[in-house]
Antibody, heavy 123, light 111 residues
Framework: EVPLLESGGDLVHPGGSLRLSCVASGFNFGTSDMTWVRQAPGSGLEWVSAISGRGDYIYYADSVKGRFTISRDNSQNTLFLQMNNLRAEDTALYYC????????????????WGQGTLVTVSS | QSVLTQPPSVSGAPGQRVTISCAGSSSNIGAPYPVHWYQHLPGTAPRLLIYHDNKRPSGVPDRFSGSKSGTSASLAITGLQTADEADYYCQSFDNILYVWVFGGGTRLTVL
């Protein structure tokens, strides 16, 4: 059973919008911090955004701040990423992952990942 | 340019041992925030290999081990297998940028 399944990736024009979804199963989603990570073609992994289990703490990479919005619906075990004003450099495979806090450090690692959903921004 | 610096590539013969370094700074690895390692075949889900510097999740063979000293960390792989060919990433947290950070990734080739 795949615990995380992303969807919503598509081909979009520059300046356009997309909403990615990530449906979780097999763990207590409502108490789990979650994150989005992306990989552009030919590049490495880049952290994008994170949200706490209750949605009261939210963080963004500078590269997406003001354009992307992370949210969650715990009643539906679903994580979202609303992406607006998309740019060519946002072209990437987007992964959602569960973020596990390391006690006493204020940091996280990412233990379960989805297979990713492809976003292509091109005219 | 990544906040954490990894060599672009390493290689080794089957059965040998290789290490992958991850260099950071006093605002991340040296803060000290823990270091985590992932194995990734492009287009597939990344796999957590090592968390909190040197801990292995269940199911990860003890051929994989992590260590940390000062502002750097290392992943060691012993008894190399062709199945180990993949990209490897270190990850930590940076308290100046206040973001989670990845290394640029290291491509492991098993000769």
């Amino acid at each position: 059973e795949v615990p995380l399944l992303e969807s919503g990736g598509d081909l979009v024009h520059p300046g356009g919008s997309l909403r990615l979804s990530c449906v979780a199963s097999g763990f207590n989603f409502g108490t789990s911090d979650m994150t989005w990570v992306r990989q552009a073609p030919g590049s490495g992994l880049e952290w994008v955004s994170a949200i706490s289990g209750r949605g009261d703490y939210i963080y963004y990479a500078d590269s997406v701040k003001g354009r992307f919005t992370i949210s969650r619906d715990n009643s539906q075990n679903t994580l979202f990423l609303q992406m607006n004003n998309l740019r060519a450099e946002d072209t990437a495979l987007y992964y959602c992952a569960r973020a596990i806090p390391v006690a006493g450090t204020g940091s996280h690692y990412f233990d379960d990942w989805g297979q990713g959903t492809l976003v292509t921004v091109s005219s | 340019q990544s906040v954490l610096t990894q060599p672009p590539s390493v290689s080794g013969a089957p059965g040998q041992r290789v290490t992958i370094s991850c260099a950071g700074s006093s605002s991340n690895i040296g803060a000290p925030y823990p270091v985590h390692w992932y194995q990734h075949l492009p287009g597939t889900a990344p796999r957590l290999l090592i968390y909190h510097d040197n801990k292995r999740p269940s199911g990860v063979p003890d051929r994989f081990s992590g260590s940390k000293s000062g502002t750097s960390a290392s992943l060691a792989i012993t008894g190399l297998q062709t199945a180990d060919e993949a990209d490897y990433y270190c990850q930590s947290f940076d308290n100046i940028l206040y973001v989670w950070v990845f290394g640029g990734g290291t491509r492991l080739t098993v000769l």
